[in-house]
């Protein structure tokens, strides 16, 4: 039926087979995107406005942008920036965080928004048990350190992370980042990997940490510190002569 009332181009029994089922957010987003590709943008506003309504808590994040960019178009940016925030309130991430800048760029209002949310970020990392996973790492802060790298701030994301830690993936950037100019600080990075990385016993984590040693020789080489790097090497050599494979790979360093 669905299928029919669409080929014949009549939205409004389209409409009364979709209202058959409102048991989500998401339903009524479509309802919304039906009328306004219908040119009813009145009944896309009235039907986006019904699902936030009946489901004012936690709803889908994409009825709530799509109500954002109808209020927004109707010079109404304080409650578009308003949805936003609630998207960003409830999932902390880059993405929601984008979004956020993008919606109060509109209307020269991102300043004190960024303000506000870094605060929640901050607030959100402060109310959570530090647990350090397996790799030794803390991800708690992780999206600012991801923040900073976007805004292009290398130095906050930099400062970000050894204040507060960050993932092992967000490390490697960040070391990959300060090799050029800061050599020995990517050096400290590459070293803290290698060792959690060679305890995970498996031939793709001894490449891995084969590839990060091959960077600290090239980063210790640039700073004529030759002798620095073949002690450090002797101790791998050392630590973990019980890792067979390991050793191959190490025996390739000359």
């Known amino acids: ?28 987003l479509k309802i919304a995107e039906i009328y306004k590709e219908a040119g009813k943008k009145e009944k896309a506003l009235e039907w986006a406005e019904a699902g936030i309504k009946a489901f004012p808590q936690r709803t889908d994040s994409r009825l709530r942008e799509f109500l954002a960019n109808e209020y927004h178009r109707r010079k109404r940016p304080e409650e578009a920036l308003n949805l936003v ?18 919606q109060a760029e509109k209307t020269a209002q991102w300043p004190q928004w960024r303000e506000k949310a870094i605060a929640l970020i901050r607030n959100d990392i402060a ?40 993932s092992k993936q967000l490390w490697i950037r960040l070391a990959a980042l300060r090799e050029e100019n800061y050599p020995m600080d990517a050096v400290s990075v590459y070293k803290r ?33 030759d002798a620095a790097f073949a002690n450090y090497l002797a101790e791998l050599r050392l630590k973990y002569k019980a890792k067979r494979n390991f050793m191959v790979l190490l025996s390739k360093i000359k």
């Not at 001894?206 to 590839?211: D, M, V």
């Open 1 to 28: 039926m669905e299928t029919l009332a669409e080929l014949s181009g009549d939205v409004e029994e389209l409409v009364n087979i979709k209202k058959h089922d409102l048991s989500h957010a998401y339903h009524y």
């Open 85 to 102: 925030w609630k998207n960003f309130e409830d999932n902390l991430c880059l993405d929601q965080y984008q979004k956020l800048k993008l």
């Open 127 to 166: 109310t959570k048990n530090r647990r350090d996973n397996p790799w030794g790492f803390f991800p708690g802060h992780s999206l600012l350190v991801e923040i900073f790298l976007w805004e292009k701030n290398m130095e906050a994301a930099w400062q970000e992370a050894k204040d507060g830690d960050c």
């Open 193 to 225: 990997i290698v060792e959690p990385t060679v305890k995970q016993t498996n031939n793709q984590a001894y490449e891995e940490a084969f590839n990060l040693i091959k960077k600290i020789q090239a980063l210790w080489h640039r700073l004529d510190k």
